[in-house]
């Protein structure tokens, strides 16, 4: 679940009640409710920009250390693959 969906429920309770309160001509309390309405507004975005950007900093990392990795291998393998060759070449050469 997502973790600002009780802030999206009031959220959408708010809005139901300042059109509920503009369809019948009340406005007293709807500056209230639009302030509140504002605050939850903030705070969702506020927290969806630090979620999506801990997020990507955690992919980031998590592929840093795949490249890493595979950089090893192919190292390894580039080293291996040398010895290799220089093991065929000196056989050939003795035939």
């Known amino acids: ?5 009780d802030d999206l429920n009031k959220l959408e309770l708010l809005s139901v009640e300042i059109s509920d309160l503009v369809n019948t001509n009340n406005f007293e309390k709807i500056l209230k ?37 595979i950089e090893d291998k192919m190292k390894n ?3 291996n693959n040398n010895k290799l060759n220089k093991r065929i070449n000196f056989y050939s050469l003795t035939k």
């Open 1 to 5: 679940m997502v973790e600002y969906q």
């Open 33 to 69: 409710l639009d302030l509140e309405r504002q605050n939850i507004i903030n705070k969702i975005s506020n927290t969806v920009q630090l979620s999506s950007k801990n997020k990507i900093t955690e992919i980031v990392n998590i592929n840093n250390t795949s490249i890493n990795r």
């Open 77 to 79: 393998l580039s080293v």
